[in-house]
């Protein structure tokens, strides 16, 4: 076996994989973030029924694989081509060089099915699916069903992606037929390692059948063990699932951001106990994270602001679920027989409920509503889904509380709901509804959108508003005064004049009368961008109150210093946005037409209003001064009334 590219046709279009830019355009944080939330995703897709949990493992290995391995023949003069090292920072050719890597592995799970000699779309709704097919063979395309939490066929990027030189291994074991395998995946770019031919960005580690023109795995019992020795996997001979391993990762994926961001994205499916996870820290620690010990992982590992957040949420999570085991009541909301509702009608079938409603989310108790909703599929019959919908009023006045969830995947975009302490929890699961939702979900999963969803559903993008605002409009049914005026309200604030008394005039000069002062309009404040901390570094992006309209924005960034005006006096050796590469930062953007980088300071220009920005790889161990401001169509960024940011 060895890595291998194939050379670019003279018929081909060439064409680079920008597909791997999805997930930096997305809400996240980090590279951890898109792995954490795309992995998760899969492995749980692969359960294979049993009452045991998905369980994943993430190891962290320094020493024990070199760059000279057999495992990595072959891909070193590619990863040296001169295309290649403009794109990224790949190690040098040196063949000690030791290659820290992630070892990430599955367990209660089926592993890739399927025949690896596939070459075309197996028949639909074949069974069992070929996994190995999709996952090897396909981007940008999937064979998973309805209810499977991935939809767009990108998930399977967030691999290469990840590791500084874009490559993965995969060693699958299953319970079918076909015997364990071992293949190797590289996503670089259109490059050229001898000066001569152009080979394409997709590289296989695998045994090249020349009959059959096709990158094949290896089958080979021997090899399989070597791999898994020299990798030190912890999957054991017969044990299905599949390993993958992740060589160079990203410098931000580290044990503490594996763990916040498997707590942030998938609080619900590790608190309910369909999902356990042990990370092991390249020091030899063991950090295991299950629906027993999560609330001890949050108070040991996460500062005081994020502990007390995610202990709300831990605690809210497990009233839900200790709630859906009682007798609860719930407030059924059927629409499934009539067209997609306003929550006006909402508010009609309510009636006089929401008095009691309003008395006893104002005591503190738990609210459950559940809403059923017609759901019609283009070219298929109408039938019904539902979502449920938790809502919670706290007695201490901690930041809102909301979460919006598929499958038990946090749509982190979703939030709505700012008022202190409120606990919301929307909650959309394995149904024609939860289906719908999914199909409207970015490549990222992080946000429902409408565009689109009428193309493929009947009232699709109604359906989609209808659900998106549910926390929101339901509270504010609960929380809204009582329409009718109140004449006696303000009596203790202001003075009612007498209607039969007359005014005394106002003493002034004889036969001048003085005119009633004017009273300015009051200024509102404009709102253009939001800049907000991310890991590592900043984001850009639109402010959600946004406007006013603006053409692009620029950015001015330094390192706090004790004396003076700490841009003035930036220094190159700090960090430099010219070349930032070298300064060790990392850029992702989204939506944006031109970029002007100088040593301290960006100015970009805007291609689409819903853009994003984001920079990471500053020190964290300095503080970071950063200011924004928005460019307008004469060309300054001076508006008086602008909102600070």
């Not at 962290?60 to 070193?76: A, P, Y």
């Not at 015997?179 to 960005?201: F, N, T, Y």
């Not at 606990?423 to 719908?436: I, K, Q, R, V």
């Not at 939506?591 to 291609?607: S, V």
Request: hydrophobic share 30%; net charge negative; with cysteine.
């Amino acid at each position: 076996m060895n890595w291998s590219f194939r050379e670019i046709g003279s018929r081909e279009v060439k064409q680079n994989p920008e597909y791997l830019e999805f997930f930096k355009s997305d809400a996240l944080r980090s590279a951890t973030d898109a792995l954490i939330r795309e992995d998760i995703q899969n492995r749980l897709d692969a359960h294979d029924q049993s009452e045991n949990p998905v369980e994943v493992h993430y190891r962290f290995v320094e020493n024990g694989i070199h760059f000279g391995d057999k495992w990595f023949s072959g891909i070193q003069k590619h990863l040296q081509a001169p295309e290649t090292r403009e794109l990224i920072d790949s190690p040098d050719d040196r063949l000690d060089l030791p290659v820290p890597h992630l070892v990430i592995e599955d367990f209660n799970t089926t592993g890739l099915k399927g025949d690896p000699l596939t070459h075309r779309d197996p028949p639909k709704d074949s069974k069992p699916r070929n996994d190995f097919y999709w996952f090897i063979r396909n981007v940008g395309r999937s064979g998973k069903a309805e209810g499977d939490r991935g939809r767009w066929g990108l998930g399977k990027i967030v691999y290469p992606a990840s590791s500084e030189i874009r490559s993965f291994f995969a060693l699958s074991i299953t319970d079918d037929t076909q015997a364990p395998s071992l293949i190797g995946r590289s996503v670089l770019c259109i490059h050229s390692p001898d000066g001569v031919k152009d080979c394409a960005p997709d590289g296989f580690f695998s045994h090249y059948d020349e009959t059959l023109d096709m990158d094949l795995p290896s089958t080979d019992s021997t090899k399989l063990n070597d791999f898994t020795k020299s990798f030190q996997l912890n999957r054991q001979s017969g044990q299905t699932g599949l390993s993958l391993i992740i060589p160079f990762p990203k410098k931000d994926i580290t044990h503490q951001n594996l763990l916040y961001s498997l707590i942030d994205h998938w609080l619900w499916v590790l608190t309910e106990g369909s999902l356990a996870v042990r990370i092991f820290t390249s020091e030899g620690k063991e950090i295991v994270i299950t629906k027993d010990t999560i609330e001890t992982i949050i108070d040991h590992h996460f500062n005081d602001e994020d502990r007390d957040r995610f202990r709300r949420k831990v605690s809210f999570i497990k009233e839900v679920i200790d709630s859906e085991g009682t007798q609860r009541e719930s407030i059924d909301l059927d629409f499934k027989n009539a067209a997609i509702p306003k929550y006006s009608d909402v508010a009609l079938k309510l009636g006089d409920d929401v008095n009691a409603l309003r008395e006893k989310y104002n005591s503190g108790e738990l609210l459950h509503f559940k809403f059923n909703l017609k759901v019609h599929k283009k070219g298929a019959p109408p039938t019904s889904g539902h979502f449920d919908l938790y809502l919670k009023r706290s007695e201490v006045s901690h930041p809102a509380n909301d979460m919006a969830l598929r499958e038990g995947l946090t749509i982190s975009e979703q939030s709505r709901i700012n008022i202190p302490g409120v606990s919301a929890l929307l909650y959309l699961g394995n149904n024609p509804l939860g289906t719908l939702l999914g199909d409207s979900e970015n490549p990222a999963h992080t946000k429902w959108n409408i565009w689109g969803m009428n193309h493929k559903y009947h009232d699709g993008c109604k359906t989609v508003k209808f659900v998106s605002h549910a926390s929101q409009e339901i509270l504010s049914m609960l929380t809204r005064v009582d329409q009718g005026l109140d004449h006696s309200l303000l009596e203790s604030f202001f003075n009612i004049p007498n209607p039969n008394k007359k005014p005394r005039p106002s003493p002034g000069k004889k036969g001048r009368k003085k005119a009633p002062p004017s009273i300015p309009e009051p200024k509102t404040k404009n709102y253009y961008l939001s800049c907000d901390r991310i890991s590592g570094g900043f984001k850009v992006s639109p402010h959600k109150k946004g406007n006013k309209p603006f053409e692009g924005f620029t950015i001015r960034a330094a390192y706090e210093v004790d004396r003076g005006n700490a841009f003035k006096k930036h220094n190159e050796a700090d960090f430099s946005f010219k070349d930032f590469k070298k300064s060790g930062l990392e850029l992702n953007f989204a939506g944006l037409k031109e970029l002007k980088m100088e040593e301290g300071r960006i100015e970009a220009y805007l291609r689409e209003e819903d853009f994003s920005f984001s920079i990471t790889g500053f020190d964290t161990h300095r503080d970071l001064i950063i200011d924004v401001k928005p460019i307008h169509s004469n060309g300054t960024d001076d508006d008086p009334n602008q909102e600070p940011q």
